[in-house]
């Protein structure tokens, strides 16, 4: 099991799915206040568009980004709470320190999650 700080694994947990979602918030917080599109974003990463738009989309949903339309829709990093943006921190200062245990948390905790997922009981309405 990955040895993190718990306040970086309990962030991981709660607003990072993906492997990708920890990718698109490490270039936008070292983006230093930088506009991210789905398109540069995808570009910058190696990443698809679609994979893109579905990070940037569920970091916006999570209070981490803030989003501007225009022409194209921006992303940029800009937690709406202080508490969001020092554990955001912590993340990133640790995912420098020690990329793979940070990347650990996503894998180990998706496997998890997808086994408890097969038995959740859905609703016709769970779609």
Same mark, same amino acid.
């Given at each position: 099991?990955? $040895? ?7 962030? &991981?947990?709660? #607003?990072? =799915? $993906?492997?990708?979602? @920890? ?5 936008? *917080?070292?983006?230093? /206040?930088? +506009? +991210?599109? *789905?398109?540069? $974003?995808?570009? #910058? @990463?190696?990443?698809? =568009? ?8 569920? @970091? ?13 829709? /921006? ?9 969001? %943006?020092?554990?955001? @921190?912590?993340?990133? $200062?640790?995912?420098? =320190? ?8 996503? &894998?180990?905790?998706? /496997? ?9 009981? %859905?609703? #016709?309405?769970?779609?």
């Amino acid at each position: 099991m990955p $040895t993190v700080p718990a306040r970086v694994a309990e962030f &991981t947990a709660r #607003h990072l =799915r $993906t492997i990708d979602d @920890l990718q698109v918030l490490i270039a936008c *917080m070292e983006g230093e /206040g930088r +506009w +991210w599109g *789905m398109d540069s $974003t995808a570009r #910058h @990463l190696g990443i698809t =568009r679609a994979i893109a738009a579905r990070s940037l989309d569920h @970091l916006a949903r999570q209070n981490l980004f803030d989003i501007r339309v225009s022409n194209d829709i /921006g992303y940029r990093f800009a937690p709406g709470t202080r508490q969001l %943006k020092e554990d955001a @921190l912590a993340v990133l $200062t640790e995912y420098r =320190r020690n990329p793979l245990d940070v990347v650990r948390l996503l &894998t180990d905790s998706r /496997g998890v999650r997808d086994f408890a997922d097969a038995f959740r009981i %859905k609703r #016709h309405d769970d779609r």
